[in-house]
């Protein structure tokens, strides 16, 4: 059995369905990049994945259905999610944001520690760790996201579309800061990209997704270098 196994996944809005039927799955230790234009159902797919909206099919994460849970319960499972366009509170400070992180953590002393292990990691977010995470600049705040959902210490993190809105250096810096928390923590990733050239510099798994089902999807080396996929998300 694989770590994430999304059987059958059925998701929407309303009466709107969008995700009709999804397969995928991702092992222990893995990046996973799911691709696909826009519309196509990949933020729906990470909002079904975390309980945001009534869902069908199954979810098995390490061996336990989450279909039916709600956000607080697979949080809990340590499973955390920067979503579309950041994910921190703004009136509050950065400090305050990566302690919200860890808001189901008990262990003081580990909280503090991974806190300062942020700052390393992101040092301008040290530089600015009194001030309110509204007045970042955008790449800063996308930094912040990230290390919130660090601060829960997850076993897996998705992220959506983290490059959004990032110049191309800032980018490339966050690709290689998700690649080495993946070899350092082990932490298994699910990335939602448009940037795919840097995308399957850390994937091993890719997907994608096409109006809501899953077209081609495997190996990450195999799928980068399938033509449809080259023309349609490498450019070339
Ligand atoms: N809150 C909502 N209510 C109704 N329809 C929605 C809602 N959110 C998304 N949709 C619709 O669901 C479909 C999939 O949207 P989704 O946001 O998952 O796409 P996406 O693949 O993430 O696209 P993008 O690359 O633009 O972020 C779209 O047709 C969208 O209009
Ligand atoms: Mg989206």
């Known amino acids: 059995m694989s770590f994430l196994e999304v059987k059958n996944l059925e998701a929407g809005y309303g009466p709107v369905q969008v995700l009709r039927g999804l397969d995928f799955a991702v092992e222990e230790g893995e990046v996973a990049v799911i691709l696909g234009a826009n519309g196509a159902g990949k933020t729906t797919t990470l909002r079904a994945l975390t309980g945001m909206i009534s869902t069908k099919g199954s979810v098995l994460f390490d061996g336990e259905e989450l279909v039916g849970k709600d956000t607080d319960a697979i949080v809990r499972r340590r499973i955390a999610h920067v979503p579309q366009g950041r994910g921190t509170?703004?009136?509050?400070?950065?400090?305050?944001?990566?302690?919200?992180?860890?808001?189901?953590?008990?262990?003081?002393?580990?909280?503090?520690?991974?806190?300062?292990?942020?700052?390393?990691?992101?040092?301008?977010?040290?530089?600015?760790?009194?001030?309110?995470?509204?007045?970042?600049?955008?790449?800063?705040?996308?930094?912040?996201?990230?290390?919130?959902?660090?601060?829960?210490?997850?076993?897996?993190?998705?992220?959506?579309?983290?490059?959004?809105?990032?110049?191309?250096?800032?980018v490339r810096d966050l690709f290689n800061t998700l690649g080495e928390i993946n070899r350092e923590f082990g932490t298994t990733m699910v990335v939602v990209e448009q940037n795919a050239n840097l995308a399957f510099k850390i994937a091993q798994k890719a997907f994608v997704l096409e109006t809501g089902s899953i077209v081609a999807g495997g190996d990450a080396k195999t799928v980068e270098s399938d033509d449809s996929v080259r023309k349609a998300y490498l450019g070339y």
Not at 129 to 151: D, H, P, T, V, Y
């Open 89 to 170: 509170v703004s009136q509050f400070s950065v400090e305050d944001n990566l302690q919200l992180g860890a808001y189901i953590r008990k262990d003081k002393a580990a909280i503090a520690a991974d806190k300062e292990k942020m700052f390393v990691m992101f040092p301008r977010l040290l530089e600015r760790r009194k001030q309110a995470a509204g007045s970042l600049s955008g790449g800063e705040q996308q930094m912040l996201a990230i290390a919130r959902a660090l601060m829960l210490s997850p076993r897996l993190l998705l992220l959506d579309e983290p490059s959004l809105g990032l110049a191309p250096l800032i």
